[in-house]
């Protein structure tokens, strides 16, 4: 994570593995159909804050025709026109959706003509730049659910690597420093709270940090295909954050 007020992006090193949706493509059956269960539950939240942005949906109409989604994506070969070697899978899944929402609008069209759905609130020229109470189209609401859900996970997985190994007191520093609202707390108030030294705070934020940031990168590296990829992902990550 980067401090407070800066951008911080990662290293790239290693070798770049095979990628959680490039996994998908070779699988065929149950495996085929599990996989893709795995994908859907990790991006179902962006994914579904896309579709009520851009169809002016409640919450649960969006989960409901997210669902409607995922069964295209395992009736269809959703997946295998997804080439790994072309970019990144948030970018890929925008295409999907909007490709999806087009074909939702033109199905509420034709049903309102034909008189059949009264639900119908809006024809496929009225929406074409829809926007939220923010004013953020359904590309920047997704990517902000994106950003947010990856973090969230990568913090939660340092909590649970943390506690595990019996520090929970190190990722209570991190979060109390990272999550304060407003500005963060200086060293001494947080030494002094935990009965530590402010070298202690630096260390445990330090080691949390650390921890954090391999665990983002793990999250980031199942979305992209390419060093670069990874690098100006990890940089787009880190730039939204406070």
């Known amino acids: 994570m980067a401090e407070r007020g800066k951008k911080e992006p990662d290293p790239i090193s290693g070798v770049f593995p095979t990628t959680i949706w490039s ?22 939240g962006p994914a579904e804050a896309f579709l009520g942005t851009a169809l002016g949906l409640a919450p649960e109409a969006a989960r409901e025709l997210f669902q409607q989604f995922f069964v295209r ?12 070697g072309r970019g990144r899978f948030r ?24 008189g059949g759905a009264a639900e119908v609130a809006l024809d496929a020229d009225d929406a074409l730049e829809p926007v939220d109470r923010k004013g953020r189209g359904p590309d920047e ?14 913090f939660q997985r340092t909590r649970r690597e943390l506690e595990s190994a ?6 209570e520093v991190f979060r109390e420093y990272y999550l304060a609202p407003g500005e963060a707390p200086d060293y001494r108030t947080l030494a002094q709270k935990h009965e530590l030294s ?9 080691r949390a940090k650390r921890a954090f940031r391999e ?21 787009w990550v880190f730039a939204g954050r406070p």
């Open 23 to 44: 996994q998908v493509r070779p699988l065929s059956g149950s495996a085929r159909a599990a996989a893709i269960e795995t994908l859907a539950h990790r991006y179902q």
């Open 73 to 84: 994506v395992l009736e269809t070969d959703f997946l295998e026109r997804a080439d790994p």
């Open 91 to 114: 970018a890929f899944l925008k295409v999907a959706l909007r490709r999806f929402w087009t074909d939702e609008l033109r199905r509420r069209a034709a049903e309102k003509r034909g």
């Open 141 to 154: 609401v997704l990517d902000d659910a994106w950003r947010a859900s990856l973090v969230d996970e990568a």
């Open 166 to 171: 019996g520090r929970a007191a190190v990722f």
């Open 198 to 206: 402010t070298t202690d705070v630096s260390n445990h934020l330090q």
């Open 215 to 235: 665990h983002l990168r793990a999250l980031v590296l199942d979305t992209v295909s390419s060093a670069d990829d990874l690098e100006h992902e990890l940089a």
